[in-house]
């Protein structure tokens, strides 16, 4: 037998031999997002949260599966200076993909998942937000360096830029080798490039060590934020699999997406306002940074060209930071046919007529509005934001006559809060012509100016750290945890069902939206179908009625549910 291998041929095999070895000679760094709620919420889910079933038969806290932005711009940063494979893995989005779930932790889980895989990291990044995923982030640092004990493990996010004293003296995780305190681009960039990585993480200003804060060690972190954020690249959409992070029961509320596959931008970062119950200043500092228009623009052309994107999702904190400017990418998103969505950062003064009108223009049909209370009293002085009510009146209605369907955020349960400001709240809300209500216990974030003044009050109760929205852990002489998880599922029923503004307005087809979304993350919810029923049966669908009808009777004799229908009076069904 003749074998003929040309001098091409030999160079090609040659070549692909370097790049191979190349490419095992990189070094790798692991970005872990940890579960973003608690383990025990996860496996058992609130009465009144959004849960879904494994076909393990059980059911479990459903699971936010927003696009990691920090880990995938750090990523692109950290690429333009250092040659490094990045990967990411987000345990919110691989949680909500398995079949079932056999352990009797988030630990046990997370070691079970980091040991199957076929790589070794060098450099482990922790990122984490805030208070509800502060036990799994801690056991996403302890499982990596128990797998790889010579690696670096690091943590950043609000966690530790607020909690490092806490985390290394009080709770002794001593696994993670340093926190970052703040944005990470600039310093995991300087890190990474540094000599000696160990020693670095000594001398710089932007990393704790459980050294410089040791009894004794006086140690200031500082800030190493980018001022001008186009010096970031085009963020490492490639780390993450798209249509794996569609699953996401915030993204599915909004009723006018057809397409769930969206993709997350931000931006700019920072934020002015002085509202309490907010940290993340504490990470991203009150100082407005943005990128500029045009690469903006950029961006999105890449993400549609690129990666066939139709919907794009805003994360800016403060997006309305400047309105010319949001003038300007309402008209890029126009002209590229995105739709978009915005699930927070929509600073309600700033939403006048002409802006919403340009919202709409741009194929907007959803805002979340945040008015945070019904209350003036509770606005300036225990938020301490500048909102009045008419303001949120205003932009309600202006949006229910543009046809922009609207979610508006309510918190209750604030320090300082008493029952009669709860009491004059839940009247003043009726007012808000708003198509549906998410209504939330205050939650004392580490970092925010709320949870300083709950620490020095001692209204605390419970874990402090790993409080989220959905459980109310403050306790005050004016009214109790209990108290407040009770009005907050009131307020739910009684602002959403008996005083649903769509309803009130005739608006039956837009209600049942609402009721049908309930149903589709409560099967089991009585008053839902009540009103589903008398939707359907005011629209003429007489089958549609019998059936909601059917599962309204259904689950109306569950104890639960028959105390909130005696509650409120609801008459039976003809």
């Known amino acids: 037998m003749n074998i003929n291998v040309s001098n091409l041929e030999i160079e090609e095999t040659f070549s692909k031999e370097i790049k191979i070895n190349e490419s095992s000679s990189k070094e790798v760094f692991l970005f872990l997002v940890p579960m973003h709620v608690t383990f025990e919420s996860f496996i058992n889910p609130y009465e009144n949260g959004r849960s879904?079933?494994?076909?393990?038969?059980?059911?479990?806290?459903?699971?936010?599966?927003?696009?990691?932005?920090?880990?995938?711009?750090?990523?692109?940063?950290?690429?333009?200076?250092?040659?490094?494979?990045?990967?990411?893995?987000?345990?919110?989005?691989?949680?909500?993909?398995?079949?079932?779930?056999?352990?009797?932790?988030?630990?046990?889980?997370?070691?079970?998942?980091?040991?199957?895989?076929?790589?070794?990291?060098n450099l482990i990044g922790v990122s984490s937000l805030f208070s509800p995923s502060l036990h799994n982030f801690i056991a996403c640092g302890q499982v990596a360096k128990e797998i790889w004990p010579e690696a670096l493990v690091v943590g950043g996010g609000n966690i530790p830029t607020n909690s490092y004293k806490q985390l290394y003296l009080e709770m002794k995780c001593n696994f993670f080798d340093a926190f970052c305190f703040g944005e990470g681009e600039k310093p995991l960039k300087d890190l990474m490039l540094s000599e000696n990585r160990r020693e670095f993480l000594e001398t710089s200003n932007s990393w704790i060590t459980k050294n410089k804060i040791?009894?004794?060690?006086?140690?200031?972190?500082?800030?190493?934020?980018?001022?001008?954020?186009?010096?970031?690249?085009?963020?490492?959409?490639?780390?993450?699999?798209?249509?794996?992070?569609?699953?996401?029961?915030?993204?599915?509320?909004?009723?006018?997406?057809?397409?769930?596959?969206?993709?997350?931008?931000?931006?700019?970062?920072?934020?002015?306002?002085?509202?309490?119950?907010?940290?993340?200043?504490?990470?991203?500092?009150?100082?407005?940074?943005?990128?500029?228009?045009?690469?903006?623009?950029?961006?999105?052309?890449?993400?549609?060209?690129?990666?066939?994107?139709?919907?794009?999702?805003?994360?800016?904190?403060?997006?309305?930071?400047?309105?010319d400017r949001v003038h300007k990418l309402l008209k890029i998103i126009k002209d590229l046919k995105l739709n978009?969505?915005?699930?927070?950062?929509?600073?309600?003064?700033?939403?006048?007529?002409?802006?919403?009108?340009?919202?709409?223009?741009?194929?907007?049909?959803?805002?979340?509005?945040?008015?945070?209370?019904?209350?003036?009293?509770?606005?300036?002085?225990?938020?301490?934001?500048?909102?009045?009510?008419?303001?949120?009146?205003?932009?309600?209605?202006?949006?229910?006559d543009l046809g922009i369907y609207t979610n508006t955020n309510i918190l209750i349960g604030m320090p300082g809060e008493t029952k009669q400001d709860i009491e004059e709240a839940r009247i003043n809300l009726r007012k808000i012509k708003t198509n549906w209500f998410n209504i939330a216990c205050a939650s004392p974030l580490v970092g925010s100016d709320m949870h300083s003044i709950a620490v020095q009050g001692n209204f605390i109760s419970g874990e402090t750290l790993g409080a989220d929205y959905h459980h109310a852990v403050i306790n005050t002489d004016e009214f109790s945890a209990k108290y407040i998880q009770q009005m907050q599922y009131i307020f739910n029923l009684e602002l959403n069902f008996i005083y649903n503004q769509d309803m009130l307005a005739g608006s039956f087809e837009t209600a049942l939206l609402g009721f049908n979304n309930v149903i589709r993350i409560r099967p089991d919810h009585a008053i839902a179908y009540y009103y589903a029923a008398i939707c359907y049966q005011k629209l003429g669908d007489h089958e549609s009625y019998q059936d909601a009808k059917k599962q309204f009777q259904k689950y109306s004799s569950v104890e639960t549910w028959k105390n909130w229908i005696d509650f409120f009076n609801i008459k039976t069904l003809n």
């Open 52 to 121: 879904y079933k494994k076909k393990d038969g059980k059911s479990y806290n459903s699971l936010s599966t927003d696009i990691p932005l920090g880990p995938i711009s750090m990523s692109a940063y950290l690429k333009k200076f250092v040659d490094v494979e990045v990967k990411l893995i987000d345990f919110n989005v691989e949680l909500n993909h398995t079949d079932e779930f056999p352990f009797t932790s988030f630990e046990a889980y997370c070691r079970d998942f980091l040991n199957k895989l076929d790589f070794k990291p």
């Open 214 to 323: 040791e009894p004794g060690e006086f140690f200031i972190p500082k800030h190493d934020h980018i001022d001008d954020l186009d010096e970031i690249p085009f963020f490492d959409y490639d780390l993450i699999d798209v249509k794996r992070n569609a699953v996401n029961p915030v993204t599915s509320s909004f009723h006018n997406v057809k397409n769930k596959i969206g993709f997350h931008i931000m931006t700019s970062r920072g934020c002015p306002y002085l509202c309490t119950f907010c940290a993340s200043h504490r990470t991203h500092g009150r100082k407005m940074r943005y990128h500029g228009v045009d690469r903006v623009k950029a961006d999105l052309k890449k993400l549609t060209s690129k990666y066939g994107a139709t919907q794009v999702i805003f994360q800016d904190d403060h997006l309305m930071g400047d309105k």
């Open 340 to 400: 978009s969505l915005y699930q927070n950062g929509l600073t309600l003064y700033a939403l006048d007529k002409p802006m919403l009108t340009a919202f709409y223009d741009a194929g907007v049909r959803h805002l979340v509005l945040p008015v945070e209370s019904g209350s003036e009293k509770v606005l300036k002085h225990q938020m301490r934001k500048p909102l009045k009510m008419h303001i949120s009146e205003r932009v309600a209605a202006d949006c229910r």
